[in-house]
């Protein structure tokens, strides 16, 4: 295993403190936490939206920290689930008086251990509201799941709720949003190369030279099938029209784009495949309203991509479109 740490065991408390170094004016970290929250937070009578997972899928969760976005990411070991506890710190950290929304990705012990920490704040007196991301197309259950899993959709949650949060948006009013991207964006993932947790020292899966994964999730989960690597064209075709068949589209709607990075895929073969993809949505009569291109929602390691489309309405727009100070999303 090649890897730039110190102490496997302590890859999570490493990077935090590397990250709070890296932008102590805006973030700073709760103690004796694995929370990351906004310098300034939490933010008097604004609903507080928290995030968070196991570590592992940087710049997720706690580069989306910051305005228009989370107020707060709790960051849990290597592709494993915060306590509720460290949850519950979360939330603390985030609420400000008029309520705390949850971005919950659907993984079983995420779903969980976020579901104990909202019944640990609200015998608190704190309100709670959640949404559980499972767009991506891939497969109906796995390991992870019960239904589907959550993956780089998540960031649309993060950005549209985040902005209807800092406009003034009441708790319901977030949640209402926040349900609406979830109903609307789809994802599917595939993979040249698995990657390696630190303290597992060895691949999650092998793949030979000349084969790669399709339908990966981003915990290093094997997909639903393993085929020779075709060309790019041949790739954004796959992922893209297994997207597409997922959900009504009709000509003339407008899409939001993520072609996102599992970790270790060079933003030169991520534009090829946005080329592609472009082209396959222009030929259906979509448009494009945005696209984003880089590493969103990764996998350590792992080479491959993912493709995310988002339909967007009149209400969703102004607030993909809104500002945001978060460090990993910068409009």
């Given at each position: 295993?090649k ?14 403190e590397?990250?709070i170094?890296?932008?102590p004016?805006?973030?700073k970290q709760?103690p ?10 939490p933010?008097q009578n ?7 997972g196991?570590s592992?899928h ?6 989306y920290?910051g305005?228009g976005m989370?107020?707060?990411a709790?960051?849990?070991e290597m592709f494993?689930s915060?306590?509720?506890d ?17 971005v919950?990705?659907?993984y079983t ?8 920490a909202?019944?640990?704040?609200e015998?608190e ?5 959640k949404?559980?991301?499972n767009?991506?197309v891939a497969?109906?259950?796995s390991s992870f799941?019960?239904?589907?899993r959550?993956?780089?959709g998540t960031?649309?949650v993060h ?8 406009a ?5 009013e ?6 609406k991207?979830?109903?609307?964006v789809?994802?599917?993932g595939?993979a040249?190369t698995?990657?390696t947790?630190?303290a597992a020292?060895?691949?999650?899966f092998?793949?030979?030279?000349d084969?790669?994964?399709i339908?990966?999730?981003i915990h ?5 099938e393993?085929?020779?690597v075709t060309s790019a ?5 796959e ?6 068949e997922?959900?009504?589209?009709n000509?003339g709607d407008?899409?939001a784009?993520?072609v ?9 073969e991520?534009y090829?495949l946005n080329?592609k993809?472009?082209?396959?949505l ?16 990764t996998s350590?390691?792992?080479?491959g991509?993912?493709?995310t489309?988002?339909?967007?309405d009149?209400?969703m ?6 500002e ?7 409009i």
């Amino acid at each position: 295993m090649k890897k730039i740490v110190n102490n496997p065991e302590y890859v999570v408390r490493d990077m935090l403190e590397g990250l709070i170094a890296a932008h102590p004016d805006a973030l700073k970290q709760i103690p004796e936490t694995t929370v990351v929250a906004r310098k300034d937070a939490p933010l008097q009578n604004k609903v507080g939206i928290v995030s968070g997972g196991g570590s592992g899928h940087e710049p997720a969760h706690a580069g989306y920290i910051g305005d228009g976005m989370l107020d707060a990411a709790v960051c849990g070991e290597m592709f494993t689930s915060p306590t509720p506890d460290q949850v519950f710190e979360g939330i603390k950290a985030a609420d400000g008086g008029a309520g705390v929304f949850l971005v919950i990705k659907n993984y079983t012990g995420d779903v969980m251990n976020f579901d104990m920490a909202a019944e640990l704040a609200e015998a608190e007196g704190i309100e709670v509201e959640k949404v559980i991301v499972n767009d991506d197309v891939a497969v109906e259950d796995s390991s992870f799941t019960t239904g589907r899993r959550g993956i780089a959709g998540t960031i649309f949650v993060h950005k549209i709720a985040g902005a209807k949060a800092a406009a003034g948006g009441s708790l319901q009013e977030v949640k209402n949003i926040a349900e609406k991207v979830t109903a609307n964006v789809r994802s599917m993932g595939m993979a040249l190369t698995p990657c390696t947790v630190p303290a597992a020292g060895k691949p999650s899966f092998v793949l030979e030279d000349d084969e790669m994964e399709i339908g990966i999730g981003i915990h290093g989960e094997p997909g639903i099938e393993r085929k020779r690597v075709t060309s790019a064209d041949e790739i954004a075709e796959e992922l893209t029209n297994k997207v597409l068949e997922d959900i009504e589209f009709n000509r003339g709607d407008d899409v939001a784009l993520i072609v996102n990075g599992m970790g270790a895929t060079p933003e030169m073969e991520l534009y090829i495949l946005n080329k592609k993809i472009n082209e396959i949505l222009l030929d259906r009569g979509l448009n494009i309203h945005k696209t984003f291109v880089g590493n969103y929602m990764t996998s350590l390691e792992m080479s491959g991509c993912s493709v995310t489309l988002l339909k967007l309405d009149e209400e969703m727009k102004p607030l993909l479109d809104a500002e945001s100070s978060a460090p990993a999303f910068r409009i």
